[in-house]
């Protein structure tokens, strides 16, 4: 889901709920009484909506120009996108790392024990 197309439907609906909040002003006292509070809850909460939109805007011009790159061609789908691939580049090198040390470790164990039984075989022989 691209973060423009979620934009451009909360302003549709947002929109909406307003035209939704005139025709409401205009009828009768029982349709204000009856869905008057529902109405201005999902009004105030897409007023919000909005607001957390700008806010990511903004945040969004931020990290252009950090990154140096051009404000109106940041992508946060491919910034995210780029964030997911590394992290799991990132986690893969972790697990290989480990799992080569696991293997040297094992092989290091193997290497040892074979030395302790050529002593022993070594001893066995000369003990005699």
Do not use: P
């Amino acid at each position: 889901i691209h973060f423009d197309i979620i934009q451009a439907e909360a302003g549709a609906n947002l929109k909406k709920l307003l035209e939704i909040e005139k025709r409401l002003f205009l009828s009768t006292d029982d349709l204000k009484i009856q869905h008057g509070k529902s109405v201005q809850g999902s009004l105030d909460a897409s007023k919000n909506l909005q607001k957390e939109f700008t806010t990511i805007e903004k945040k969004k011009e931020e990290l252009a120009d950090y990154l140096c790159e051009d404000r109106s061609k940041l992508s946060l789908e491919d910034v995210f996108n780029t964030m997911k691939t590394f992290r799991g580049l990132f986690l893969k090198a972790l697990q290989e790392n480990q799992e080569r040390k696991e293997k040297a470790a094992k092989s290091e164990k193997r290497k040892k024990q074979l030395k302790e039984e050529d002593a022993k075989r070594l001893k066995g022989e000369y003990g005699k």
